[in-house]
């Protein structure tokens, strides 16, 4: 028997009157590791925001652990884009990563020492503990990623939701994510990751979900990269490695 985690029902986003995704459904199991992957513009941030009610739908459902994610909100997890964060705020590393223990406090209750160790610790875990006193305006975009995984971590969620982790990073960082992603696999997680370079999904992911503003395919690694399946996604060989090239800068 399987454990459904994630299930995606006939999910519709439009915006300002234009369809950005259409008829989408699909479920992921516990312990999955999946990778979104599409062109550009084919919605793959909007579906992450939209499952997880960042976003309106038009129509459809999502279940997070057989609920609503409303009703589950503090056991799922989320890592935006970096360019949607404003790094200028001023806040210090572990101050940030705090802000993961937060869903698991009571109403109006303060951190204390029990939740500033764990979020040391948190940091510790994606190697960026020398730096829990700096401002995260100073840190450079991996270890900014590295950190917001962190306060991911803090939060002792189920299910993890990534938005482009791994661009604009360095290779240790890139390293670093993955290796955790991996680990939190292993503990039984599941985790969803918006994705670019399709060279590396063979090596980063089980499982792979293909949009071009509707689902092309969902399945396994090998399945879903198939020279039909990329070519209907992404409309033709040149679009396909395009898109290569630009990940890999």
Not at 33 to 61: H, Y
Not at 170 to 183: A, G, M, N, V
Request: proline share 3%; hydrophobic share 40%; charged share 25%.
């Amino acid at each position: 028997m399987t454990n459904t985690v994630l299930s995606v029902n006939e999910l519709h986003v439009s915006y300002l009157g234009n369809q950005a995704l259409k008829k989408i459904s699909f479920d992921l199991d516990q312990g999955s590791l999946a990778g979104i992957i599409g062109p550009n513009g084919a919605g793959k941030s909007t579906l992450i925001k939209a499952m997880i009610g960042l976003i309106p739908s038009d129509q459809g459902n999502v279940r997070i652990l057989g609920e609503a994610v409303k009703k589950i909100r503090k056991r799922v997890a989320y890592v935006p884009q970096r360019n949607d964060i404003d790094w200028n705020f001023p806040i210090h590393v572990l101050d940030a990563v705090l802000i993961g223990t937060y869903p698991n406090l009571r109403l109006f209750q303060k951190p204390k020492k029990k939740e500033r160790d764990w979020a040391f610790e948190c940091l510790k875990r994606v190697g960026m503990e020398d730096f829990s006193k700096r401002q995260i305006g100073e840190l450079s975009g991996g270890q900014q990623q590295r950190v917001f995984l962190a306060r991911a971590l803090a939060q002792r969620a189920d299910v993890f939701f990534l938005d482009e982790p791994f661009v604009g990073v360095d290779i240790r960082s890139e390293e670093t994510i993955i290796q955790i992603l991996k680990e939190l696999q292993l503990e039984g997680k599941t985790t969803l990751v918006v994705h670019h370079d399709l060279s590396k999904a063979n090596v980063y992911f089980d499982e792979l979900v293909l949009l071009n503003k509707e689902l092309i395919a969902k399945g396994r690694v090998s399945e879903v990269l198939s020279s039909n399946l990329i070519q209907k996604a992404y409309g033709n060989p040149l679009a396909f490695m395009n898109e290569r090239e630009v990940s890999s800068r």
